[in-house]
Structures are given as structure tokens and as C-alpha cells.
């Protein structure tokens, strides 16, 4: 079986992800959504990936690529199909269960801490992302990147995983295979650069993410380890 990752903006992801599927020899399609391109069909994948985008899922006119992104999500989740959300992702996951998704009190744009909840302290996979991945402790609260402007209520059967100061659903599950993340666990160098490339900021953003690169990658990695095991569910 292999993943298939819908891409709502060329310039976001699948990053880190597409490097570990590369790196395991698990085969994957990338679908460009924004460029007219059309998901295939399901049958010939066991995990759905679903990224960034600038875009809110309350501007299906605008973007009619949401509307069709939305029923591949639902329908994998029919399928019981492993199901990743990034950002925007995790917003449309979020939709497709019937939450409503709005504008939040500001945006949310750097390296900022999230903190796991009780649940979250629970969940085999957020446990590899909370444990440092060179040191080997446990770390409750810890450092990711943020870049989302975008709330939305809790859907019936999520259960929150993790929260920041200004947005409580930074992680969430639904079942056992489905999550979905606000935070960019997939970011590069490069990516941010791109992101950056016209901004006042940076400067400060890459000399932080000098810092904590290679910490914040290998959760990542720890976390995909887990999550895209083959043949297993999460």
C-alpha cells in the first residue's frame, strides 16, 4: 500500500514527511490540488496526508480544490484509513466531522511552545513526539512551528491532544487512525526561507530555527515512525 498527500499551495510540504517516505522506501503520490489536479482513487493507498494552505476552508468559492480535498477526507475516514492533517489539513479534517471553522483571535506565526493534555499524555504517538529525541526524556510542553490563523470547535468524538496559549486545538485524534495537527510538524530550512523570503522577520525566525532544528526534526521523525508503520494502525 502506499500514502497519498494532497497539496492544497505548491509551497507547502509534504517537507519532512516526503524526506522519511523516501528515506523508508514507502512508496507515495503528491497530488497538486491548487493546479487543477484531481485525487485518484482510494484503493491504492492505506494513509491520507493532507497539507498547508493560505487559504480558509470557508472560501470553498474561491477555492473549489477544498470542496474536493473534503470529500477525499471523508472518504478515507470511511475507509478507516490512516488520516494525517497539517494546518489547514487538520482545519478540513475538522470540518469534514462537523465542527465549524472560523477566523481566531490572531494569528499564531514562529516557534512556540504547545503543551500535551491529559488525553494527549496518553497517546502512544504524541509520546514520541514528546520525548526528545537526542536526550531521551519526556517533555510535556515543547517547542513547534506555528503558522495558522484559524480556530474551529471541537467535532463530536475528537478528543484534543495538545494546546497552546492562543489556540486550544493545536492536536486532536478521532478514532484510533485520524489526526490532525495545526502546528507545521512537517517544516525544512528551505520551506521557511521560501515562507520568509520577504519579511522583516527573517532573520530572528531562521537564527531560532538554527537552535532547535535538529531537536524539532528528529520528534517529527519519531512521530512518522509511528504513525506511517506499515500495515499497522497508529
Not at 492536536?171 to 520568509?196: P, S
Not at 525566525?205 to 526534526?217: A, D, F, H, L, P
Request: charged share 25%.
Amino acid at each position: 500500500m502506499a500514502v497519498l498527500i494532497l497539496k492544497n499551495i505548491s509551497t507547502e510540504g509534504p517537507g519532512t514527511i516526503g524526506n522519511f517516505l523516501k528515506k523508508e522506501d514507502i512508496p507515495f503520490s503528491i497530488v497538486e490540488l491548487d493546479s487543477g489536479e484531481t485525487p485518484p482513487l482510494l484503493e491504492k493507498f492505506d494513509t491520507l496526508v493532507v497539507m498547508g494552505g493560505p487559504m480558509g476552508i470557508y472560501e470553498m468559492d474561491k477555492y473549489p480544490h477544498i470542496m474536493i480535498a473534503s470529500r477525499t477526507i471523508r472518504e478515507a475516514i470511511n475507509r478507516d484509513m490512516k488520516v494525517l492533517g497539517i494546518c489547514l489539513g487538520s482545519q478540513m479534517i475538522a470540518h469534514c466531522l462537523g465542527a465549524e471553522v472560523y477566523p481566531g483571535p490572531e494569528k499564531e506565526i514562529g516557534w512556540y511552545h504547545i503543551e500535551l493534555t491529559g488525553e494527549g499524555l496518553k497517546d502512544t504517538l504524541m509520546r514520541k513526539l514528546a520525548i526528545h529525541p537526542r536526550v531521551g526524556d519526556f517533555w510535556r510542553k515543547f517547542k513547534v512551528f506555528h503558522w495558522h490563523g484559524d480556530f474551529f470547535d471541537i467535532p463530536p468524538g475528537v478528543v484534543v491532544l495538545a494546546s497552546s496559549k492562543l489556540y486550544k486545538n493545536q492536536a486532536f485524534r478521532y478514532g484510533d487512525t485520524v489526526y490532525g495537527f495545526q502546528f507545521h510538524i512537517e517544516i525544512t530550512k528551505d520551506m521557511l526561507l521560501e515562507w520568509f523570503r520577504n519579511s522583516h522577520e527573517m532573520h530572528h525566525v531562521m537564527g531560532e530555527t538554527e537552535k532547535i532544528y535538529e531537536e524539532y526534526t528528529g520528534r517529527a521523525m519519531n512521530f512518522y515512525k509511528a504513525f506511517f508503520k506499515r500495515g499497522d494502525k497508529p
